[in-house]
């Protein structure tokens, strides 16, 4: 069964150190998502990639954070000055395409937490 | 504002009764998003489905595109089964999901 992948699996990090998130989507899918997910709380869409560009982004998806597909398997998510409020569950997803029969198919998310 | 409801945001249930969770989206969309979280933080996929009735073993979801309403019922539950399940609703370009605040579902043996 294909699957998505992340790493790390946990970071740990000070605030205003950048952080780089990594996900290797399943191979033949298309479209990329990251959200994050803070603790107690609901999960939050951040930004969708395709076709190299974004496609959409939410308000959460400010100047700190940045999205690349640097080598056609790895998906990252860049946050360039964290901040304690950035702590949260990121999850990468990856779908074949946008039909009401593709399924999102979730990393296991990295935990990140700004100290 | 919130597109997405769910209710009811916590339920306990004595294993093997039939489960029933529902979801209330303000969004066109042309599909909807039912996700399991296990306690660990993991999510996986339950089904997506954009008319009518889908089963999986012993899963059963059913959405009504024009009541903007979906139900996911669990026959014979087990404890196996306690999760956060999530309903997520994609936009009409399929590109952005909502997501609703999760119903935290505890089987008791």
């Known amino acids: 069964e294909p699957e998505v992948t992340q790493t790390p699996s946990h970071q740990v990090t000070q605030m205003g150190q950048e952080v780089i998130l990594r996900c290797v989507p399943i191979s033949n899918h298309l479209y990329f998502y990251w959200y994050r997910q803070i603790l107690g709380q609901k999960v939050e869409f951040l930004v969708s990639f395709y076709n190299n560009e974004i496609s959409e982004k939410s308000e959460i998806f400010d100047d700190q954070f940045s999205v690349e597909r640097p080598d056609g398997s790895n998906f990252t998510l860049k946050i360039r000055s964290t901040k304690l409020e950035d702590s949260a569950m990121y999850f990468c997803a990856s779908r074949a395409g946008t039909g009401a029969s593709n399924e999102q198919i979730f990393g296991p998310g990295t935990r990140l937490t700004v100290l | ?109």
């Open chain 2, 1 to 109: 504002k919130n597109e997405v409801e769910q209710s009811p945001q916590n339920l306990t249930a004595q294993e093997g009764e039939f489960i029933t969770i529902n979801c209330s989206y303000s969004v066109g969309i042309s599909a909807l998003h039912w996700l399991q979280q296990h306690p660990g933080g993991g999510i996986v996929s339950l089904f997506m489905l954009s008319s009518g009735k889908k089963k999986h073993g012993r899963l059963i979801a059913t959405i009504n595109i024009q009541e903007k309403h979906s139900s996911l019922h669990i026959t014979a539950s087990h404890p196996r089964d306690s999760a956060v399940y999530i309903c997520a609703v994609p936009t009409n370009t399929g590109n952005q999901f909502y997501f609703g605040t999760g119903t935290s579902l505890t089987v008791i043996p």
